[in-house]
């Protein structure tokens, strides 16, 4: 089990991560099974606008599950190729299925090779191979000091409902050591930072005209 500190410090400012502080230090571990994930949120929302969330638990020694009102999502063993199963018996159509990790010191890694992010190994992206495929399949969220192949959350999104009894899929994991980093915040929108610095500069302007 291979662990990369990461400084959250040094990242935002540009230092050399080797200056990692031990007391705010992190890292991934590659391999890592459903049972490493306690805390992810799984919410399930549907056709109607409802929606229901379930909080992961570890189910035996390598396996764990989320489950609500007629629905269970549950993977086995390794998460870089085994097979997570999301089952339905409940009469509402589902819109989509989103998976957020973070909770559970918990994020995917979406690119097989190269390795981006020191120590997250080969990752496995999303691919499904048993029901109906999505729509649509977002990754977004990321963490301090991570680079482009860690995301938090997986979102699938079925344009047309789901109501298939499984839907088999694929979708690699890493689990978090250490101190659990802060999600990567969203930048500004450029547009907004201009106006923002256009109305500082104008109140300027009028408080020397005084």
């Known amino acids: 089990m291979k662990i990369f500190n990461f400084c959250l410090g040094c990242a935002i400012v540009g230092l050399p991560i080797a200056t990692v502080s031990p007391a705010k230090a992190f890292g991934f571990i590659s391999d890592i099974t459903g049972a490493d994930m306690v805390g992810i949120e799984v919410t399930v929302s549907f056709e109607n606008g409802s929606s229901e969330m379930g909080i992961w638990a570890a189910t035996g020694v390598d396996s764990g599950a989320a489950s609500g009102t007629g629905w269970?999502?549950?993977?086995?063993?390794?998460?870089?190729?085994?097979?997570?199963?999301?089952?339905?018996?409940?009469?509402?159509?589902?819109?989509?299925?989103?998976?957020d990790t973070l909770p559970g010191n918990t994020i995917f890694?979406?690119?097989?090779?190269?390795?981006?992010?020191?120590?997250?190994?080969?990752?496995?992206?999303?691919?499904s191979f048993s029901g109906?495929?999505?729509?649509?399949?977002?990754?977004?969220?990321?963490v301090l000091g991570a680079l482009e192949d860690v995301k938090t959350s997986l979102e699938l999104v079925w344009e047309n409902g789901f109501n298939?009894?499984?839907?088999?899929?694929?979708?690699?994991?890493?689990g978090i050591e250490g101190f659990n980093p802060d999600p990567e915040p969203v930048p500004e929108p450029t547009a907004t930072l201009g106006i923002l610095g256009s109305l500082a500069l104008g109140t300027v302007s009028l408080r020397k005209k005084k």
């Not at 018996?89 to 819109?95: E, V």
């Not at 839907?167 to 994991?173: K, P, R, Y």
Request: cysteine-free; charged content about 15%.
């Open 72 to 99: 269970d999502l549950s993977i086995a063993g390794n998460t870089n190729f085994g097979a997570w199963i999301f089952s339905y018996t409940g009469t509402k159509t589902i819109s989509s299925l989103l998976i």
């Open 109 to 127: 890694d979406t690119i097989l090779l190269p390795e981006l992010t020191p120590t997250t190994g080969i990752g496995n992206r999303f691919g």
């Open 132 to 142: 109906a495929s999505p729509t649509e399949e977002n990754y977004s969220g990321t």
């Open 164 to 174: 298939d009894p499984v839907l088999a899929f694929v979708a690699d994991t890493d």
